[in-house]
């Protein structure tokens, strides 16, 4: 049949042209087609086509991906603010070790700011009020959420303005990208420990080399950031426990405006290093939105009493109960 043939703009049309009054007598005046799914309203349609990155929309009608249906838990985080693997969950996760953790910082949002322009030179930032009041309108989202609600924020989480990066609209460029923020971390972390070092083992090894892992929704943020400073709240330890192929997955679940992270531990390491790197007891952060020159390695930062690392990691599908992947909040 031909309705086939018709977009939902061009329903939309229609309805918004003669209104829904005479749509709907409309079609009452009409013969029973008989559609498969015929009950199903347009609102439901594209809220399950809101469920897929719209780069896998195109895998899925080309057959070149499917689907996997994961229940749907009543509450996405427990009362510490880890995320909770629903039933039946097949990747690796592990109980977390609490003896790897972070503190939760006092939110100011003027010094998390100034230490991202002192130490990150070149870019444009959100202003103060605007980084504040997007940071209070993403909470509040958040907390709307039903499965979010407060238990998100019960454990550490930081406020995170995202510098204007033009490069990032030519994610070739990500890797080298990535090279000069990490110079910005260099900075921040030797003013925060002067006796410590950052040792950046991927040095030389990035341009080029970086590319985004299908939906993670990672690159939502990056086309966002190449166009305009952006600001959010990051939850870097709530996936603590999980493989890097867990983080991948059970993002999912969430709503559209949360990402899984990336190169916001590099902002977030900037702003808050004394948090991120404060000794051996802070969690390995693990960069699980980005390959690293094949799909068999990612990044990540792992801290220790005198030193900071930058390196990557081959052991996607093992969960350690001292690693985690991270959550944006993008407003």
Known sequence: MDHHKLTLEQVARVEKGIGIDAFVRLSNQLPEIGVKYGDKLLGQVEAILN??????????????????????????????????????????????????????????????????????????????????????SVKEKSLQYPRIGENAFNRCYLPLPIPHIPELSDLTKLGKVIEDLLEGVGRAYKNEFPDRTFYNHRQGTLAGEVSIVSGTRHGKLL??????????????????????????KIISLFP???????????????????????????????????????????????????????????????????YSGGLLFLG
Not at 309 to 321: K, M
């Open 223 to 248: 086309e966002a950031a190449s166009k305009a400073p952006q600001s959010g709240i990051f939850l870097p330890d709530s996936l603590q426990g999980y493989s890097i192929h867990a983080d991948r």
């Open 51 to 136: 469920m897929v990155d719209p780069m896998d929309q195109e895998k899925l009608l080309a057959g070149e991906a499917s689907i996997e249906i994961i229940e749907i838990i009543k509450s996405l985080f427990d009362n510490t603010s880890r995320v909770i693997p629903p039933r039946g969950f097949k990747l690796p996760v592990t109980d977390e070790n609490r003896k790897f953790y972070l503190d939760q910082h006092v939110v100011d949002h003027q010094d998390t700011l100034k230490r991202l322009t002192d130490y990150l030179h070149g870019y444009k930032y959100p202003s103060l009020s605007e980084f504040q009041d997007k940071c209070e």
């Open 256 to 322: 559209n405006f949360v990402s899984l992270s990336g190169i916001e531990y590099i902002f977030a390491m900037i702003a808050y290093p004394d948090i991120l790197a404060r000794d051996y007891n802070t969690p390995g952060l693990d960069m699980a939105a980005l390959f690293w020159r094949s799909a068999d390695y990612s990044l990540l930062f792992e801290a220790s009493d005198d030193e900071l690392s930058f390196g990557r990691t081959g052991y996607l599908a093992v969960a350690y109960d001292f």
